[in-house]
């Protein structure tokens, strides 16, 4: 390897440059050549220099299996440790996109990539539950603006505490019907809600139970995701502009942790 040293003028403290490495000459005599090498991330072979990125920095080319790379990088998002359980984290204590942007030093458009993607790999869980007391409610939201509503509907399973399923939509009776069904293919002990009257049609009278008695373990959740999600805050300016956004939200809140 050649090795190419220029003195630098007068009064810039004695300094050498090796390539674009700026070094003083003590460090510049310790250190050997194969610490100016650029080792390939994928294969550790050798890397050669192939011009400059359009910011300027170094680019080089792995001559084993030709992969292009950098040694430094100046967006490091996917250096963040363990970030799949750290970005849930972040998430359900009630960070929105852009809170989460500059906590993690991220674009609004990685978290939003992150977001979609950590909730697809996500499936709604299957519990073999029989003789269940379970409950049904909706909270209301917005998408994209105040005039456009949109309502969550969910079911809790109060023995178990946990979401069996939820629904994005109007409060239609398809929409609730299909929450319904499946709770019904559980053979439930009792189902409770509110006074909505679609329930009354949907519900068999039997299992059916209206009242605040009924509603108190969802009613709670409700407060819960009011809190901890931000797109569900009340009286704020925080909501979902898309309908797969806060569909994502609620996956990554309800079975992502
Ligand atoms: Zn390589």
């Known amino acids: 390897m050649k090795i190419k040293l220029k003195k630098v003028a007068a ?6 440059y090796f390539n674009v490495l700026q070094l003083n000459f003590g460090d510049f005599l310790k250190a050997s050549v194969s610490d100016y090498q650029m080792e390939c991330k994928h294969c550790s072979s ?15 080319r792995c001559k084993s299996c030709f992969k292009y790379q950098q040694k430094r990088y100046r967006y490091n998002a996917c250096l963040i440790q363990d970030r799949r359980s750290y970005f849930i984290k972040l998430h359900n204590e009630g960070n929105g996109i852009r809170g989460l942007s500059r906590i993690l030093n991220i674009s609004c458009n990685t978290v939003m990539k992150w977001k979609i993607n950590y909730a697809t790999d996500i499936s709604s869980p299957v519990y073999h539950a029989h003789n269940h007391t379970y409950e049904i409610d909706e909270l209301c939201s917005y998408i994209k ?15 178990l505490k946990k979401v069996v ?5 109007s409060r239609t009776k398809e929409n609730l019907k299909t929450l319904i069904d499946q709770v019904l293919n559980k053979s439930p002990k009792r189902i409770g ?3 909505l009257s679609s329930y009354r049609t949907l519900i068999p009278s039997e299992l059916h139970k209206v009242g605040l008695r009924y509603t108190r373990h969802i009613e709670r959740n409700n407060l819960n995701l009011r809190i901890h999600l931000k797109y569900l805050a009340r009286k704020t300016i925080c909501y979902s502009k898309s309908t797969k956004m806060l569909e994502a939200s609620l996956k990554l809140y309800f079975w992502g942790g």
């Open 46 to 60: 050798a890397c050669i220099k192939v011009g400059k990125q359009a910011n300027g920095n170094q680019k080089y």
């Open 193 to 195: 809600t509110d006074g």
């Open 145 to 159: 603006h105040k005039r456009s509503q949109i309502w969550v509907m969910y079911i809790f399973d109060t023995t």
């Open 165 to 169: 399923d939820f629904k994005v939509g």
């Open 11 to 16: 009064g810039d403290g004695g300094y050498f």
